[in-house]
């Protein structure tokens, strides 16, 4: 079976209740929803890209994987999904986002057609023995509110229209038969990832929108959690007034770039029908964001927004429709290996996910999902476990969170104090104790961090040899040349080919 994996960026997945939402304008990705088993309850391994992707793509939580942030190496012998299927004999190949960092930029997958949007290399490196500090250069602020808008093209814009040309010239090329082995083929956009800025035709579909005001308003910051404090600090909120215009042209931009993404998905899918090949689909993104609710922007928390990810699988043996278990993204990498025909006896050693081919087929529990994050805006590793209806929080910096999202989707409530809850917070807080040595992962943290700062300032330092990935064409082997039979290569590159 091929596989056809579209990925997008800090989409939030509360927009995604049962696909996509109603007032969505986005045709071809609810049409793909009806095909698909619907994930309400997806959740980020971490919430921040590079991290988040790693896990996708490997099944292990940062803790294991060692990519704690946006400059962490991505070790290369950490198995990931592109190497099961490889293995078995697939071919496989990215167009787009990973955000790979270190010298593989492979990580599997046989070929790739594009460039990354972000650096390979350790210049992004959070420092724990600095807390409070702000990298000015590279840090989030809220400049990407205020300056929300209209433009026909920008660097996010450039890049997700050539991951589209790319993925669908490759879907051409896999048509006309050159590759006999069954294919993974992974397309990973940067939209919606602010900056919020969209193009005119997708901005002007949300004109009469009723939902550009976050459902909760922004809080005092004294109001907020601990953590929730550090995202403002390291937003630099202090130096950007926002106004409800602000506010409200950030989230209709956003919505239109979830309505130009499905334009591009609709592209993809359309050269996959053109072309009569079958495959499985899987829609995902790496995080969310949070769109002014509580005044937070971005990701890097674990209320909803930030956390919850869409995930839809169209596929043979799952049937359509929606499943409220709580699953992570960290079970992408076995379900696409158990969807392979891949042994999970093979894959099982080296992930901590789950195959959701028996959730969505069978309805079998997954068990408590866990998300950590230990990047900008921390001081200290944030852990959380979402079981049943609640989400606890955990920080050895801060009081624990508990949230009945049952009662309280907005997470305004914590319940970690109230004795009618105590019972779900000592479990949950048992539950984290057996699985974190929070002291332990901090000590890894920082050590990570230490090594990174001294080897990104000996490497800018004389020489420079960048690990970005520059993607070959090899332009002797394309169109027509003279090692070549005319008559053969115009019949070999036809789809469908002459009668």
């Not at 992707?53 to 994987?65: D, I, K, N, V, Y």
């Not at 200290?380 to 079981?387: H, N, Y």
Request: contains cysteine; proline residues 6%.
């Amino acid at each position: 079976m091929n596989i056809l994996i579209l990925m997008v960026d800090q989409l939030n997945g509360t927009l995604f209740p049962d696909g996509p939402a109603d007032w969505l304008h986005a045709p071809n990705l609810k049409r793909l929803a009806e095909s698909s088993a619907r994930f309400q309850n997806c959740y980020t391994a971490s919430p921040l890209c590079a991290p988040g992707r790693a896990s996708f793509m490997s099944g292990q939580l940062p803790s294991l994987t060692g990519v704690y942030d946006n400059a962490a190496e991505f070790p290369s012998d950490l198995p990931t999904y592109a190497h099961h299927l490889r293995r078995a004999g697939y071919y496989t190949c990215l167009s787009g986002k990973m955000h790979f960092v270190g010298p593989d930029q492979m990580h599997g997958f046989e070929d790739r057609l594009t460039t990354d949007i972000y650096p390979a290399d350790f210049g992004w490196t959070p420092d724990y023995r600095k807390p409070g500090e702000r990298i000015e250069w590279w840090y989030h602020n809220l400049g990407s509110v205020t300056g929300a808008g209209i433009a026909e093209i920008t660097n996010q814009l450039e890049y997700d229209d050539e991951v589209t040309f790319n993925a669908c010239a490759k879907l051409f090329d896999l048509a006309r038969g050159g590759e006999t082995r069954p294919w993974c083929l992974t397309v990973s956009f940067t939209h919606p990832h602010d900056p919020y800025v969209a193009r005119r035709k997708y901005w002007d579909l949300y004109e009469d929108c009723q939902h550009l005001l976050p459902q909760v308003p922004a809080m005092e910051y004294e109001a907020h959690d601990p953590h929730s404090k550090r995202i403002f600090d390291a937003n630099d909120w202090r130096s950007f007034h926002i106004t409800d215009d602000d506010i409200r042209r950030s989230r209709r931009a956003y919505f239109a770039n979830i309505s130009y993404l499905d334009d591009k998905v609709g592209e993809i899918l359309d050269v996959l029908e053109q072309t009569r090949q079958e495959a499985a689909i899987l829609f995902v993104s790496d995080h969310g964001d949070m769109l002014g609710e509580r005044g937070l922007w971005f990701k890097m928390s674990m209320f909803e927004g930030s956390a919850r990810v869409p995930l839809m699988i169209s596929a043979p043996g799952m049937a359509p429709g929606r499943i409220d278990t709580p699953v992570s993204t960290i079970d992408v990498c076995p379900t696409l290996a158990d969807m392979a025909g891949v042994s999970m006896d093979e894959v099982a050693p080296w992930t901590e996910g789950q195959s959701l081919l028996g959730v969505a087929g069978e309805g079998a529990a997954r068990g408590p999902v866990a998300i950590e994050y230990a990047a900008e805006a921390s001081y200290a590793p944030v852990v959380c476990l979402r079981d049943g209806r609640y989400k606890y929080v955990r920080c050895a910096l801060d009081p624990d969170m508990l949230f009945d999202l049952s009662a309280d989707p907005q997470e305004l409530t914590n319940l970690a104090d109230d004795p009618a809850h105590a019972d779900a917070l000592g479990r949950l807080r048992s539950m984290a104790e057996a699985r974190w040595d929070l002291v332990r992962f901090d000590d890894d943290v920082r050590r990570s961090q230490a090594r990174r700062w001294i080897v990104y300032d000996a490497l800018r330092n004389g020489a420079y040899y960048p690990w970005d990935y520059q993607p070959l064409r090899r332009a002797s082997e394309r169109f027509m040349r003279n090692h070549m039979d005319l008559n053969d290569l115009e019949e070999n590159q036809r789809f469908p080919r002459g009668e």
